[in-house]
T-cell receptor
């Protein structure tokens, strides 16, 4: 079975540019999560969706960040405009909708903002 | 609020046993997860505890004491490939939402 698929794997762009990260969850999973991981702050939850609806976006750092899930098989995380401090590894994860189900992570997008 | 505490780094010898501790504080509790993350890779699920006691899975075991806000991950017969970061994650509130600790970087030496 295919796991969570993220693209691109690496992104290098200049400050001020728009960045779009993409995620395809595991088929049948009801929950989708976006995380950011840095050495300083570890793995932080940015936002998560249940059945395509955003449930909690309290982790989104500021208005420059937005996320959408137009259907059950696709989600995007957008940063506009990007800043050097946004450099991190961004992970997407999905899980089944019942309690206590483990989250399955994609391989991540390593983002560098110059 | 929620707070998770893990040691930053640990070192152990191949073939030995190592215990990685995790203490937490939370107003609600729905379970505690352990994940393994190799350098440059994604976290992968290892274990889940929601009731007190020990859960065993091959060379890995995880223990939980809810009254003490304490968990540990026990790795037996250590192998070089076990060198990784081990993340403790708390399911403390809304369904399926996890709060991760900063992780314990384990180095297994020959």
């Amino acid at each position: 079975d295919a796991g969570v698929i993220q693209s691109p794997r690496h992104e290098v762009t200049e400050m001020g540019q728009e960045v779009t990260l993409r995620c395809k969850p595991i088929s049948g999973h009801d929950y989708l999560f976006w995380y950011r991981q840095t050495m300083m702050r570890g793995l932080e939850l940015l936002i998560y969706f249940n059945n395509n609806v955003p449930i909690d976006d309290s982790g989104m750092p500021e208005d420059r960040f937005s996320a959408k899930m137009p259907n059950a098989s696709f989600s995007t995380l957008k940063i506009q405009p990007s800043e050097p401090r946004d450099s991190a590894v961004y992970f997407c994860a999905s899980s089944l909708g019942t309690d206590y189900q483990p989250q399955h992570f994609g391989d991540g997008t390593r983002l560098s903002i110059l | 609020g929620q707070n998770i505490d893990q040691p930053t780094e640990m070192t152990a010898t191949e073939g030995a046993i190592v215990q990685i501790n995790c203490t937490y504080q939370t107003s609600g509790f729905n379970g505690l997860f352990w994940y393994q993350q190799h350098a440059g890779e994604a976290p992968t699920f290892l274990s889940y505890n929601v009731l007190d006691g020990l859960e065993e899975k091959g060379r890995f075991s995880s223990f939980l004491s809810r009254s003490k806000g304490y968990s540990y991950l026990l790795l037996k017969e250590l192998q070089m490939k076990d060198s990784a970061s081990y993340l403790c994650a708390l399911a403390g509130g809304a369904t399926n939402k996890l709060i991760f600790g900063t992780g314990t970087l384990l180095a297994v030496q020959p």
